[in-house]
């Protein structure tokens, strides 16, 4: 086991659009069909819960795009729910019309009600989704044929007492200055790489990336 010591932060950049209701955003091509067939099925939903909550809520934003392995995400704070893309392309289309677009809108619907106690797959997001006539389940069992899924890099990484295993999100944090200690012996951890590898995966890694002011050109 180890544990950050230190992290450097990166800003992420978020989309500032205003969306007007019943608009759909679609990074990965959706058919029109498709598209319409999931705003109404949205509206259907926030219709559901208005009534139930006396409250008029905002449609959230639809965005749809490959999410690896899973099949929804909803964002509170921007009100947008993203759809894997995938999923409508492999036989589950349905599954994601009526079990992950209201389990993704039970979220939001939840946060927006409670707050931070309406975060998660607890009580409160299981009645939303009661509410929302659908079993309240907290994951899916679809197939992912033709669904593109990122295969994560694994990193040896030393301390004085053993060798410990990280992914590649871990290692490109410490290319980057983030320090690691290990639990046990309380070093740090350290890659034994020859220099001018070391160096090119520094130069891979920041390549791409705006920083500017933190590290030399």
């Given at each position: 086991?180890?544990?950050?010591?230190?992290?450097?932060?990166?800003?992420?950049?978020?989309l500032d659009?205003?969306?007007?209701?019943?608009?759909?955003?679609?990074?990965?091509?959706?058919?029109s069909k498709t598209q319409k067939r999931f705003e109404v099925k949205l509206?259907?939903?926030?219709?559901?819960?208005?009534?139930?909550?006396?409250?008029?809520f905002t449609l959230p934003i639809l965005v749809f795009r490959?999410?690896?392995k899973r099949a929804g995400c909803a964002w509170y704070i921007d009100n947008k729910i993203e759809l894997n893309s995938d999923f409508c392309h492999n036989g589950h289309l349905e599954d994601m019309?009526?079990?992950t677009l209201p389990h993704e809108i039970a979220h939001i619907i939840s946060y927006l009600i409670y707050g931070r106690c309406g975060i998660g797959h607890n009580h409160h997001w299981r009645n939303v989704m009661r509410v929302l006539n659908v079993v309240p389940r907290r994951c899916h069992a679809y197939s992912l044929v033709n669904v593109k899924t990122r295969t994560r890099g694994k990193y040896n990484y030393n301390c004085k007492c053993k060798t410990?295993?990280?992914?590649?999100?871990?290692?490109?944090?410490?290319?980057?200055?983030?320090?690691?200690?290990?639990?046990?012996?309380?070093?740090t951890l350290y890659k034994t790489t020859p220099i001018l590898e070391f160096t090119s995966q520094l130069h891979t890694t920041l390549k791409g990336r705006c920083l500017p002011g933190r590290f030399p050109a």
């Amino acid at each position: 086991m180890y544990v950050r010591t230190f992290v450097q932060q990166s800003t992420r950049k978020l989309l500032d659009i205003n969306y007007k209701i019943g608009i759909i955003m679609s990074i990965m091509i959706i058919d029109s069909k498709t598209q319409k067939r999931f705003e109404v099925k949205l509206i259907e939903y926030i219709t559901v819960v208005n009534k139930k909550f006396n409250r008029e809520f905002t449609l959230p934003i639809l965005v749809f795009r490959q999410l690896g392995k899973r099949a929804g995400c909803a964002w509170y704070i921007d009100n947008k729910i993203e759809l894997n893309s995938d999923f409508c392309h492999n036989g589950h289309l349905e599954d994601m019309l009526n079990q992950t677009l209201p389990h993704e809108i039970a979220h939001i619907i939840s946060y927006l009600i409670y707050g931070r106690c309406g975060i998660g797959h607890n009580h409160h997001w299981r009645n939303v989704m009661r509410v929302l006539n659908v079993v309240p389940r907290r994951c899916h069992a679809y197939s992912l044929v033709n669904v593109k899924t990122r295969t994560r890099g694994k990193y040896n990484y030393n301390c004085k007492c053993k060798t410990h295993v990280v992914g590649s999100t871990i290692h490109n944090r410490i290319l980057l200055g983030t320090v690691y200690t290990c639990r046990t012996c309380r070093t740090t951890l350290y890659k034994t790489t020859p220099i001018l590898e070391f160096t090119s995966q520094l130069h891979t890694t920041l390549k791409g990336r705006c920083l500017p002011g933190r590290f030399p050109a």
